[in-house]
């Protein structure tokens, strides 16, 4: 047996195989979820001017205790119109540039109004610049305020918004075909014949994608045939960026995916790697576009378009981290000793500790309903006791 490729190595060639797709300019309402492909950087000083950050009355510091005569008014968007002059009060609304001459506000709480004239009844700032935004104190012109390779939230894109940018630079979405195979499958929901099973993994992949910035085909499905899957995977890589199949990809007879992908004029970069489930995990190049072969069964598929499928996706659209992160948190009960490739097990992190589930054949498909989350045993480790902390990923 040749030997196993360690999934770090795997996942790096992967990403070394295709570079980021090109960016283009996309509205901040078409960006959410997107990558960042270049710095967001301020081209304006926020705020632009001392705004006050309350309602109340800009004063001078100096004149506390008061009384003062109230002197105009200034709300938010309008420029004030006067000067403060000694003893003098303008009436300001949160958000309003502060008038020259002014340097505290003074909430309308701690103040009553009587006619023109303010007097001070409740407490006086004890410091000059209360209540007061200083120009560029939330970010100066230059600023980076987000970072390419970042995923953009609604916070990034406000960010962005409130810098000054009138759109924004992401990497392009991959374009995904999924195509399922196997002779035992039949569409969601149809009558099953002798031997046959529903094909749940192409909706189960397009349910993983749907949340990355991907343009993700319909899932096609063929029959476990060689020329008919290298001529379908030839076609699909002229408009694709990724092909992913699930099932065929081990070494049986019906098992064509390899097959194909020579018959297609691809490329096999890896096969075959130390993890379990998912050892058969083939990936390799057809023309432009990536071929990943995931294995067919629910776990195993699941499992390696988790490490494999979504970080690929998000490597091409311009992630910056594109593998899914790995948390830690003590075992709910004893863990046995690690075997000959990596164990991805299917646990429930419930009140703060993770329970792997006792059954962990990747032909079932009911752990991967309660799982929320892979724990992950490394080769050969020593058996854990209760509350040892061991390395998962969140899968909820
Ligand atoms: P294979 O990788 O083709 O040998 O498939 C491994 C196991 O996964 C077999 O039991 C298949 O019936 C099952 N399987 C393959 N593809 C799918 C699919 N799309 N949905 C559900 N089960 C599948
Ligand atoms: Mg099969």
């Known amino acids: 047996m040749s030997k196993l490729l360690p999934v770090e190595d795997a996942q790096a060639r992967l990403f070394a195989l295709r570079a980021p797709l090109a960016p283009e300019n996309i509205a901040f309402s078409e960006s959410l979820g997107r990558f960042l492909s270049q710095d967001v950087v301020a081209m304006r000083d926020q705020p632009a001017a001392p705004l006050s950050a309350m309602d109340g009355y800009a004063i001078r510091f100096a004149d506390i205790p008061g009384p003062w005569a109230i002197a105009g008014e200034v709300a938010a968007g309008a420029a004030p119109g006067v000067a403060l002059g000694t003893a ?133 499905h063929i029959r476990d045939d060689r020329e008919i899957l290298a001529k379908v995977l030839k076609d699909l890589a002229r408009r694709h960026d990724v092909i992913v199949t699930v099932g065929g990809a081990s070494v049986g007879d019906h098992d064509h995916v390899r097959g194909a992908l020579d018959d297609a004029g691809g490329a096999l970069d890896f096969w075959k790697i130390a993890m379990r489930p998912g050892k058969p995990l083939i990936a390799g190049t057809i023309d432009d576009a990536l071929l990943l072969g995931l294995p067919g069964n629910p776990s195993s598929a699941f499992v390696t378009a988790t490490l494999f499928l979504i970080p690929i996706v998000r490597h091409l659209a311009g992630a910056r981290d594109p593998l899914p992160a790995i948390r830690q948190a003590p075992l709910a009960a004893p863990l046995g000793a690690g075997g000959k490739r990596r164990d991805y097990l299917r646990a429930r992190l419930d009140g703060g500790t993770l329970a792997p589930f006792d059954g962990q054949d990747s032909g079932r498909a009911s752990p991967l309903a309660a799982a929320n989350a892979l724990v992950l045993r490394e080769i050969g480790a020593p058996p854990r006791a209760a509350g040892d902390m061991a390395d998962y990923i969140d899968i909820a």
């Open 88 to 220: 003098q009060a303008i009436r300001i609304f949160t958000g309003a540039m502060l008038p020259d001459g002014a340097d505290t506000v003074i909430l309308q709480e701690d103040v009553t109004a009587d006619g023109n004239i303010l007097t001070l009844t409740g407490e006086a700032p004890n410091v000059p610049g209360a209540h007061i935004r200083t120009r560029a104190s939330d970010f100066a012109t230059g600023a980076t305020l987000v970072p390419a390779g970042t995923r953009l939230n609604p916070g990034a894109i406000a960010a962005a918004i409130m810098g000054g940018a009138a759109q924004l630079s992401v990497g392009r979405r991959p374009r995904i075909a999924i195509l399922t195979t196997g002779d035992e499958l039949v569409q969601p929901g149809r009558a099953l014949a002798t031997g046959q099973i529903p094909d749940s993994n192409g909706t189960m992949l397009a349910a993983m994608l749907a949340p990355e910035p991907a343009v993700t085909s319909i899932p096609l």
